[in-house]
């Protein structure tokens, strides 16, 4: 988003500024004359010597040539350190009508490319000017030479070992004004373009390898950030200078070669990823070729041979396999990113070649490197891709998300319904509960009076104003069922006085003494639920001896033993058989409501004489008891 429209702009500016480069004059009728210097070697200390050292002009044998002049470099060269060197010297006409022009007079010159060992300019027998200071970098940096006043001829003196050659391209001479714009002009895809690269490519490397990091399972971004970092590795080669460092520069060449090796395998690695193309074979021969053309170029083997052509050529051939294998792919299953890299590696192919033979000078080295021009086409292909894949799982995770809510609004409707069918469930249940619980009130407490009453009845014992009486405790009884649910907590010597009071008149109509032994203080607290338990396990006990035992005496104890409290009722009646007594609701209703107490209910009898009913709770309210009491609330 920031580069394109950047790039897009400068481009488009330097489009539309005029060239200066028309108003030079190109210089014609130059001759050369190669000066033998022996077998010495060109490096810092021994080239500052070489520049400045005049020639022997007697010597000197012109040949006409025309510019650009260059001798081609051979696919392999021996290169050792004692091979033949030479100086290749033009002489430079200066056009009579160059004179007079601006700037004072000041005349200029400016070359497209000088390749070879550091150039220096003379001019009537004496060092005008010299390039010491930056000589490694110069095939990529135009000449420019400030011509002396007066001057009609210079002389351009270029060193270089002979098995490698040297190239030097048109001229122009002109006014120096002219000469200055034109040279920066020059200079925005001599150097510019390539810094602007390296720039660029390692913001996107930081870029990439934080994505990478955060994201390790995805390969893609690794790969785009390693191929940034190649390429700007490779772009340094245009514009880095190490002059001054001679065993650096051995080393720094050997990596910008090695850079292109790299640069082309990780790019097609990046390629296969992007588009899910599994060759693993062919990748693993391609790593192979980069690590073994890196390690059979280090300068540690001191081949003493130069085989740059021979090096690319190895990698123009890697280029054509993997864009082979990607275009089979491509046209089996196009898509717009694979097309679009299969395009950029093309792209960046044939400027890569083009490179190389401007750069071994087999073809005119007036042209600009366009080595960096082909970066540029990867740099926006693979972020194009980048930006394709990325939108895609953007759409992606957004459709699944929608599919998400509609599967969550869906368990919602499921849920709503579910919760409203358990609701019904959990009102019905509690209904039944109330109901049970109702039924075992109305059997235990209203039940047992009646059956007593209609008992006493049967045996004709009451008289009308009895009766009347014995229906009001009925009345109250029913009165004290539906009440008993809505009372707070009440003492259990409460609760038994209630009981008492209750059921006295009861039995002594139905000719039952009732003896009462309750300590007076138990100091047990029961919630609602609690008391009406106890009442109705009494009341049931208590209506079973009048139904059925045929008793004269009811003893009820109340008494507390061993942190518990223990409420008994026996009687001197008749007595059961345990194991005979048929089931009915009483008998376990009782024992429900001892177990919803926290407590335990005991019944027996001593021989045919008598029965026992024995009630323990404990000091405290169990638990159970609440949970019991939550369970039966609506």
């Known amino acids: 988003m920031v580069a394109l429209p950047m790039a897009v702009f400068s481009w488009w500016t330097y489009l539309q500024a005029p060239s200066r480069l028309a108003e030079l004059k190109r210089v014609e009728g130059v001759s050369v004359w190669q000066e033998p210097l022996g077998n010495r070697i060109i490096d810092q200390a021994s080239i500052r010597e070489i520049v400045r050292t005049p020639p022997n002009w007697q010597q000197a044998q012109w040949t006409p040539v025309d510019l650009p002049n260059f001798i081609e470099l051979r696919h392999s060269v021996e290169l050792p350190p004692e091979s033949p060197k030479l100086r290749a010297w033009f002489r430079i006409p200066i056009p009579v009508d160059a004179e007079g022009s601006r700037s004072n007079g000041r005349q200029g010159l400016l070359g497209f490319r000088v390749q070879g060992g550091a150039w220096s300019v003379w001019a009537d027998g004496k060092l005008i000017q010299a390039n010491l200071s930056d000589w490694r970098i110069q095939w990529n940096v135009p000449l420019r030479i400030t011509v002396p006043l007066g001057a009609r001829e210079v002389f351009l003196a270029v060193p270089y070992a002979e098995p490698l050659g040297y190239s030097v391209g048109s001229i122009f001479v002109g006014p120096m004004d002219v000469i200055d714009s034109a040279w920066q002009e020059r200079n925005v895809l001599y150097l510019d373009l390539p810094r602007f690269m390296s720039v660029m490519a390692l913001l996107l490397m930081v870029v990439s390898l934080h994505l990478a990091w955060s994201r390790p399972k995805d390969r893609m971004f690794a790969l785009l950030g390693f191929n940034a970092l190649i390429w700007s590795i490779t772009c340094l080669q245009f514009s880095f200078d190490v002059t001054g460092l001679d065993s650096l520069w051995v080393w720094f060449g050997s990596a910008m070669d090695s ?131 990325t939108v895609a799982a953007l759409n992606s995770t957004e459709r699944h998300e929608g599919e998400l809510k509609n599967r969550l609004a869906e368990q919602e409707i499921r849920l709503s319904e579910q919760h409203v069918r358990l609701q019904q469930l959990e009102v019905a249940r509690r209904l039944n509960t109330q109901r049970d619980n109702i039924m075992q009130d109305l059997h235990d407490r209203l039940g047992s009076n009646l059956t007593s009453a209609l008992l006493q009845a049967r045996k004709g014992v009451l008289s009308p104003e009895e009766t009347v009486l014995l229906l009001q405790d009925l009345a109250d009884e029913l009165r004290h069922v539906g009440e008993s649910a809505s009372q707070e907590q009440r003492s259990l010597n409460e609760l038994l006085a209630e009981l008492r009071q209750r059921v006295q008149n009861r039995l002594a109509h139905g000719g039952i003494y009732l003896v009462w032994d309750v300590t007076p203080a138990l100091g047990l607290q029961l919630n609602a639920q609690a008391a009406q338990h106890v009442l109705a396990m009494l009341s049931e006990a208590i209506a079973n001896v009048i139904k059925h035992a045929e008793a004269n005496q009811i003893r009820l104890e109340a008494k507390r033993t061993g942190g518990e409290i223990a409420i008994t009722i026996t009687d001197n009646g008749n007595g059961f058989d345990a194991e005979s007594v048929e089931p009915g609701r009483g008998l376990p209703g009782m024992r429900h409501r001892a177990v919803a107490l926290g407590g335990a209910l005991q019944m027996g009898t001593a021989g045919l004489r008598g029965t026992a009913w024995r009630l323990t709770l404990p000091e405290s309210e169990s638990e159970s008891e609440s949970e019991s009491e939550s369970e039966s609330r609506p």
Do not use: C
């Open 259 to 389: 850079s292109i090796n790299w640069m082309v395998i990780l790019g097609f690695i990046f390629a296969f990823e992007l588009e899910s193309l599994r060759v693993p074979r062919l990748t693993a021969a391609m790593l192979l070729y980069a690590v073994v053309g890196t390690l059979v170029t280090l300068p540690i083997w001191n081949w003493q041979k130069s085989a740059l052509i021979a090096q690319q050529y190895g990698n123009i051939g890697v280029m054509v396999l993997g864009l082979v294998v990607l275009g089979w792919h491509v046209i089996r299953r196009p898509r717009r990113e694979g097309v679009v890299i299969f395009l950029a590696l093309s792209t960046h192919l044939g400027l890569g070649a083009h490179t190389l033979l401007n750069l071994t000078n087999q073809t005119n080295p007036d042209s600009f490197y366009s080595f960096s021009i082909g970066v540029v086409a990867l740099y926006f292909a693979f972020m194009y891709a980048v930006g394709r894949r």
